[in-house]
T-cell receptor
Framework: DQQVKQNSPSLSVQEGRISILNCDYT??????FLWYKKYPAEGPTFLIS?????DKNEDGRFTVFLNKSAKHLSLHIVPSQPGDSAVYFC???????FGAGTTVTVRA | ETGVTQSPTHLIKTRGQQVTLRCSSQ?????VSWYQQALGQGPQFIFQ???????GRGNFPPRFSGLQFPNYSSELNVNALELDDSALYLC?????????????FGPGTRLTVL
């Protein structure tokens, strides 16, 4: 089975600085992950994904890194903006397992 | 292109009742997945439908059931409601064509069971 864990429930960062969100997983057979962002009263919005054939994927201010040996992935947001304040989830495509989420607060 | 829509937005039921939640897929999508998100937790996968057939199920009891229609819209039915069923129910659609698909979520239905 696949378990996905986000061990940091919250993150506070100053505007313009880097936000780093982390996600760990247990089953390395299914290395395809997606990051979603969720505002209150809205459904999650797709941000960026990465598959096991890559160790990095970049899209504008968002970069996801995949470390298969450590079964770890991270999302970097540079520079952080106030509109980035939201809950971020990582999702493994197999078994559609979500982490518990990390609440990001960007301070002006 | 219309996005994923869900109805109703909010719903209040009492314990033991039955509820039906509805989801309209994004245009061109053939797969629908349902999730339950309790307060402070990540979404939990309930089940997925692909071309009107159940295509995977999470750890939810049989009183959670679903349907997908020929136009790929979907329903989630929950029988014998319990207090712990109070949650945000999310529907996501995607186009599965072999390989990985990206899911697009609706705004959710907030269910409160009293």
């Amino acid at each position: 089975d696949q378990q996905v864990k986000q061990n940091s429930p919250s993150l506070s960062v100053q505007e313009g600085r880097i936000s780093i969100l982390n996600c760990d997983y247990t089953n390395s057979m299914f290395d395809y992950f997606l990051w979603y962002k969720k505002y209150p009263a809205e459904g999650p919005t797709f941000l960026i994904s990465i598959s096991s054939i890559k160790d990095k994927n970049e899209d504008g201010r968002f970069t996801v890194f995949l470390n298969k040996s450590a079964k770890h992935l991270s999302l970097h947001i540079v520079p952080s903006q106030p509109g980035d304040s939201a809950v971020y989830f990582c999702l493994n495509d197999y078994k559609l397992s979500f982490g518990a989420g990390t609440t990001v607060t960007v301070r002006a | 292109e219309t996005g994923v829509t869900q109805s109703p937005t909010h719903l209040i039921k009492t314990r033991g009742q039955q509820v039906t939640l509805r989801c309209s897929s994004q245009s061109g999508h053939n797969t629908v997945s349902w999730y339950q998100q309790a307060l402070g937790q990540g979404p939990q996968f309930i089940f997925q439908y692909y071309r009107e057939e159940e295509n995977g199920r999470g750890n939810f009891p049989p009183r959670f059931s679903g349907l997908q229609f020929p136009n790929y819209s979907s329903e989630l039915n929950v029988n014998a409601l319990e207090l712990d069923d109070s949650a945000l129910y999310l529907c996501a659609s995607s186009h599965r064509a072999g390989g990985i698909d990206t899911q697009y979520f609706g705004p959710g239905t907030r269910l409160t069971v009293l």
